[in-house]
């Protein structure tokens, strides 16, 4: 079974500062993927970013990266230069197994973000 | 991008009343669409995994025959909440992976906030 752990409930961050949010992970499987999504008030899950078992190098998607640590089996979240609308939920997500269009996600708890200006 | 269209968005109604929620790949084919449920201030929960052609893969204490679903085409999975009561009241939302490559993310609906009177 896969297990996602996002331990902060809820952070600040001041406009324009960086912010982590942590994610820890549990899985048996060699193969896996690791998903960020945001989620405003609104409701709708928005893509952030994507890091697969095997790559490499750190994600990075614009404002967005993520801090692989396989060993560690943490996947944080950093968003630099924080802005107002980046105030919404962040949930970590798992994709374990190999590749499959039925693999579901396992998600965490969520974070709430809520940028200060 | 892949685009998935979730309707209705809201929906209020008395209890007793049987709710269908539309989930559409719009630009892609899903052979396999997912449901979730998300209760406030919650996490995602997976209920189920709809697919084409055959009979959904409910997670475990999901009641099949309270939460119908159906996926005839491989753009479309219906979730029908039969005679909803209360307690069903929650956001509702679905997702599709396009076929291909493991990094690439589930898209989501943009969810449907049931409310039963």
């Known amino acids: 079974a896969q297990k996602i752990t996002q331990t902060q409930p809820g952070m600040f961050v001041q406009e324009k500062e960086a912010v982590t949010l942590d994610c820890t992970y549990d899985?048996?499987?060699?193969?896996?993927?690791l998903f960020w999504y945001k989620q405003p008030s609104s409701g709708e899950m928005i893509f952030l970013i994507y890091q697969g078992s095997y790559d490499e190098q750190n994600a990075t998607e614009g404002r967005y990266s993520l801090n692989f640590q396989k060993a560690r089996k943490s996947a944080n979240l950093v968003i630099s230069a924080s802005q107002l609308g980046d105030s919404a939920m962040y949930f970590c997500?798992?994709?374990?197994?190999?590749?499959?269009?039925?693999?579901?996600?396992?998600f965490g708890g969520g974070t709430r973000l809520m940028v200060k200006p | 991008g892949a685009v998935v269209s979730q309707h209705p968005s809201r929906v209020i109604c008395k209890s007793g009343t049987s709710v269908k929620i539309e989930c559409r790949s719009l630009?892609?084919?899903?052979?396999?669409m997912f449901w979730y449920r998300q209760f406030p201030k919650q996490s995602l929960m997976l209920m189920a995994t709809?697919?084409?052609?055959?009979?959904?893969?409910?997670e475990q204490g999901v009641e099949k025959d309270k939460f119908l679903i159906n996926h005839a085409s491989l753009t479309l999975s219906t979730l029908t909440v039969t005679s909803a009561h209360p307690e069903d009241s929650s956001f509702y939302i679905c997702?599709?992976?396009?076929?291909?490559?493991?990094?690439?993310?589930?898209?989501f609906g943009d969810g449907t906030r049931l409310s039963i009177l």
């Open positions: 899985t048996s499987d060699q193969s896996y993927g």
């Open positions: 709809s697919n084409e052609g055959s009979k959904a893969t409910y």
């Open positions: 997500a798992m994709r374990a197994g190999t590749y499959n269009a039925g693999n579901m996600l396992t």
């Open positions: 997702s599709a992976r396009v076929r291909g490559k493991g990094n690439q993310p589930q898209h």
């Open positions: 630009d892609f084919q899903a052979t396999t």
